[in-house]
Nanobody, 126 residues
Framework: QVSLAESGGGSVQAGGSLRLSCAAS????????MGWFRQAPGKEREGVAA????????FYADSVNDRFTISEDSAKNAVSLEMNNLRPEDTAVYYC???????????????????WGQGTQVNVSS
């Protein structure tokens, strides 16, 4: 089992920046892929970015590529998401997730075996 504690989020105007952080505890060894998904009102949850804890290339959804940057800290079992040039369409609840393999899945589907954080709200006004 993995527990995920998120922090960050909030409200910002379009073009602004926010940073999300997520720290994992528990069986992090078996769940080395960590990332972020988001869900806007009335929409399905979608992948944003993911990275392998301990190194490796990051994966991004096309909608956030070149605006968002995910980073990892293996010593803390943590990931952060730096979000720049935010747009109103980025408004959503952002969920931290950890799963066993296939960090690239963040671009394709919700990993079936993912563990989830409680979510943190991001609001971007125009």
């Amino acid at each position: 089992q993995v527990s995920l504690a998120e922090s960050g989020g909030g409200s910002v105007q379009a073009g602004g920046s926010l940073r999300l952080s997520c720290a994992a505890s528990g069986d992090t060894y078996s769940n080395p892929c960590m990332g972020w998904f988001r869900q806007a009102p009335g929409k399905e949850r979608e992948g944003v970015a993911a990275i392998y804890i301990g190194g490796g290339r990051p994966f991004y959804a096309d909608s956030v590529n070149d605006r968002f940057t995910i980073s990892e800290d293996s010593a803390k079992n943590a990931v952060s998401l730096e979000m720049n040039n935010l747009r109103p369409e980025d408004t959503a609840v952002y969920y931290c997730a950890a799963w066993p393999y296939g960090c690239h899945l963040v671009r394709e589907r919700i990993p079936a075996s993912a563990h989830w954080g409680q979510g943190t709200q991001v609001n971007v006004s125009s």
